[in-house]
């Protein structure tokens, strides 16, 4: 069974960093891209970073409101997708999820991951 979990998620100051893990099970990490989405309330889900499965590169991708603050990478050993997040701001704050897709395009939609985690929750707040 196919599953994915994260964690790491809290609250946090503006500046500060967290880092989120996405613990995968029941699949080859490699054969997969790992996307990470967050969603406020009443929002859709937005794509804010991407790491495509070997086939595609194991390429990075990013929002362009978290480029240069936050940083994917998949340790493969440990089945584990992260996604270090630095320079948090209070818009930053939402439900963030990971998802895993045989697809390497699009990787904002949404509907392109098949296999989607529980979420954690990230408040950046003074």
């Known amino acids: 069974q196919l599953q994915l979990v994260e964690s790491g998620g809290g609250l946090v100051q503006p500046g500060g960093s967290l880092r989120l893990s996405c613990a995968t099970s029941?699949?080859?990490?490699?054969?997969?891209?790992i996307g990470w989405f967050r969603q406020t309330p009443g929002k859709e889900p937005e794509g804010v970073s991407c790491?495509?499965?070997?086939?595609?590169?194991?390429?990075?991708y990013y929002a362009e409101s978290v480029k240069g603050r936050f940083t994917i990478s998949r340790d493969v050993a440990k089945n584990t997708v992260y996604l270090q997040m630095n320079s948090l701001k209070p818009e930053d704050t939402a439900n963030y999820y990971c998802?895993?897709?045989?697809?390497?395009?699009?990787?904002?939609?949404?509907?392109?991951?098949?296999?989607w985690g529980q979420g954690t929750q990230v408040t950046v707040s003074s």
């Open positions: 790491i495509s499965s070997s086939d595609g590169g194991g390429s990075s």
């Open positions: 998802a895993a897709s045989t697809f390497s395009t699009d990787w904002t939609r949404a509907a392109r991951y098949a296999y």
């Open positions: 029941g699949f080859i990490l490699d054969d997969y891209a």
